[in-house]
């Protein structure tokens, strides 16, 4: 049984449009199998008859046929009703047995019509409750309440007009009112049914779009997390190879002791490079979370951190302020070398040998707050390609970690990156805004 529902668009069909559902066709009704497998029609048309509605319809013509004849043959055997009358009587009903088949296409019009023909046509009550059955199904209870009490509401006076020979007035009118509220409540209640089942359809649909959003959404933050690793770590790792590389380029008569040494530390960096980059792409491949895939460094590696840097040729002065560094917590400490080791990457591509300070204080309750500063570079540095991802990845990062993260010049043209993280369940300090030296 077809028939959009009254004050909502049809949805717009597309020979693309994906099958949603995939069973057996020829026993769902045409119109429900419309909202199920929108593209089981083409746009601009309507629902074609499945097998199961042509014997419905068949079914429901029979019906109302039958029960012409059966009024058909009380109106004839009625002294009370004269022949001509009984003669357009069957005319009548005829037609609204013949105008059954139209209820798929008009519901609405067909229930009003036939409504109105029952009041003079005794056969055509069997088409009538057929019309008013259909439009329950495909319309609002609003549009059924009008047309089954308007029949309602007509039935005492159609009964005392023509009065039925075998049974009381009183009876013959309750049993009416009786039948027209059967029909409409069967036809809410297979309404109500169909409803049900689209809803049913809708939640799966639901379920299904959020799973894929949530499985999208976690393969994002994934490849996030490991891109900020591998620019964490690999960027670090180069730039270190870059300061030894240049340095052999631009003194070719250094010593040999002094070249061999740069060379060792090339291939090491070099190695080491390879090494993280194959541990990361091993955990990408695992699928596993990073803090299980391989070590993690902790507050306590920032003096190998700045050793190394130091080797490199830069000048780096760490102070560290912390109260009782061992109870810092690893995900704090590991978020903290991070924002240390970036800072420390930007200074070497960004102001190459300038001073860098590095500052680490904090205490439980209070947070831990990692500054890392540099002094205005001398003369002009070439503008590096990229520049800038490995910030938002570290603010990112002291987001995640429950705190935050300020970057910009200082008073005296440096450059200063402070975060703040939170350390005990009482830390509420912030950042301190940047100033000058």
């Not at 699928?287 to 130091?310: F, I, N, Y």
């Amino acid at each position: 049984m077809s028939g959009d529902k009254a004050g909502q668009p049809s949805p717009v069909l597309t020979e693309e449009t994906p099958a949603l559902f995939t069973g057996p066709r020829w026993f769902i009704p045409s119109a429900l199998l419309h909202e199920l497998d929108p593209g089981a029609t083409r746009a601009g048309r309507r629902p074609r008859r499945t097998p199961r509605d042509w014997v419905v319809d068949f079914s429901c013509f029979l019906l109302a046929v039958l029960v012409g004849l059966l009024a058909a043959e009380a109106v004839n055997d009625n002294p009370h009703v004269p022949l001509e009358l009984a003669v357009a009587d069957q005319v009548m009903g005829a037609l609204a047995c013949a105008a059954v088949w139209l209820r798929r296409r008009w519901p609405l019009g067909l229930a009003v019509a036939l409504t109105a023909v029952t009041a003079v046509s005794d056969t055509a009550g069997g088409a009538s409750l057929i019309a008013l059955f259909t439009l329950a199904v495909h319309r609002p209870f609003r549009y059924v309440a009008w047309v089954g009490g308007f029949g309602a509401a007509m039935a005492p006076l159609i009964y005392w007009l023509r009065p039925d020979p075998d049974l009381p007035y009183v009876v013959i009118v309750v049993l009416g009112v009786l039948l027209t509220v059967a029909i409409v409540g069967w036809g809410m209640f297979v309404r109500a049914k169909r409803q049900l089942l689209l809803s049913l359809r809708d939640r799966a649909r639901r379920a299904e779009t959020e799973a894929r959003l949530r499985a999208e959404q976690a393969q994002r933050l994934a490849r996030e997390a490991i891109a900020r690793e591998m620019h964490d770590v690999l960027a670090h790792r180069l730039t270190l190879l870059s300061v030894h590389a240049g340095a052999l380029e631009f003194r070719p008569d250094a010593p040999p002791l002094e070249t061999a040494r740069a060379a060792g530390v090339i291939r090491e960096s070099a190695h080491e490079a390879l090494q993280d980059l194959r541990e990361i792409i091993g955990v990408l491949r695992a699928g596993e979370p990073d803090d299980t895939g391989r070590p993690q460094p902790t507050l306590a590696a920032l003096d190998p951190l700045v050793a190394e840097c130091r080797e490199a040729g830069m000048k780096v002065t760490l102070h560290r302020r912390v109260t009782d560094p061992a109870a810092v917590p690893s995900s704090v400490g590991r978020t903290a070398y991070r924002i240390a080791q970036e800072g420390l990457t930007n200074a070497r591509k960004h102001a190459p040998g300038t001073e860098v300070t590095v500052s680490v204080t904090g205490a439980p309750g209070e947070g831990l707050t990692v500054a890392v500063r540099n002094q205005p570079p001398e003369g002009e540095v070439p503008p590096v390609p990229g520049s800038g991802q490995g910030l938002i990845g570290l603010t990112e990062r002291a987001t995640l970690a429950g705190g935050s993260l300020e970057h910009g010049h200082t008073q005296g043209g440096g450059f200063e990156v402070r975060a703040w993280l939170p350390w005990g369940p009482h830390g509420t300090a912030r950042p301190r805004p940047l100033k000058g030296p």
